[in-house]
């Protein structure tokens, strides 16, 4: 079965600061990975999603993320935080098993931006 | 741009009475999911359809739960007796425009169940 780990519940940095936020996956062939963020009383909004092809992708409001296959990763990235950055976020991973393509979610990882 | 609704964003509810929160997906989407996220926990899988009928469902989509496409624009989810720990906030979300992968989900900004 495939999961989806965040290793980090809370991230705390300062406006401006470079960001990452961690995801490992597990799953047996080559996944589909997301990463979707969500603000306060909102929906889930697609950052960025990896296929195939350039491990390196880029997403909106200047996200990105690498896949990296020997490590099982998909972090994602922004060199400089904004204060309405502040939401949280989750990785995802599909398809399922089976080929059933149900992205399966990571418990999320709330970001705090300090002014 | 095209957006998946969900109505109501709030309900509030006594146990063992019966919900329905609707959705609309994308209308040119094929495959339509609903998932759920209890407070301070992850978004957990509810079900899937595609077709017309269930394509997967979770282990915690038991028989409490139901959902329908009655007319080709709505999709709604039925618990039928609520419990305490049926209290979520619950998305809808749709994808897929072809017969290959979904791909992305589009989701709704949920409805918030409260179950008192």
């Known amino acids: 079965a495939q999961s989806v780990t965040q290793p980090d519940i809370h991230i705390t940095v300062s406006e401006g600061a470079s960001l990452e936020l961690r995801c490992n996956y597990s799953?047996?062939?080559?996944?589909?990975l997301f990463w979707y963020v969500q603000s306060p009383g909102q929906g889930l909004q697609l950052l960025l999603k990896y296929f195939s092809g350039d491990t390196l992708v880029q997403g909106i409001k200047g996200f990105e993320a690498e896949f990296k296959r020997s490590q099982s990763s998909f972090n994602l990235r922004k060199p400089s935080v904004h204060w309405s950055d502040a939401a949280e976020y989750f990785c995802a991973v599909g398809p399922a098993s089976g080929g059933s393509y149900i992205p399966t979610f990571g418990r999320g990882t709330s970001l705090i931006v300090h002014p | 741009e095209p957006e998946v609704t969900q109505t109501p964003s709030h309900q509030v509810t006594q146990m063992g009475q019966e919900v329905i929160l609707r959705c609309v997906p994308i209308s040119n989407h094929l495959y339509f999911y609903w998932y759920r996220q209890i407070l301070g926990q992850k978004v957990e899988f509810l079900v899937s359809f595609y077709n017309n009928e269930i394509s997967e469902k979770s282990e915690i989509f038991d028989d409490q739960f139901s959902v329908e496409r009655p007319d080709g624009s709505n999709f709604t989810l039925k618990i039928r007796s609520t419990k305490l720990e049926d209290s979520a906030m619950y998305f809808c979300?749709?994808?897929?425009?072809?017969?290959?992968?979904?791909?992305?989900?589009?989701f709704g900004e949920g409805s918030r169940l409260t179950v008192l």
């Open positions: 979300a749709s994808s897929g425009t072809s017969g290959g992968p979904p791909g992305e989900l589009f």
């Open positions: 799953y047996g062939a080559t996944p589909y």
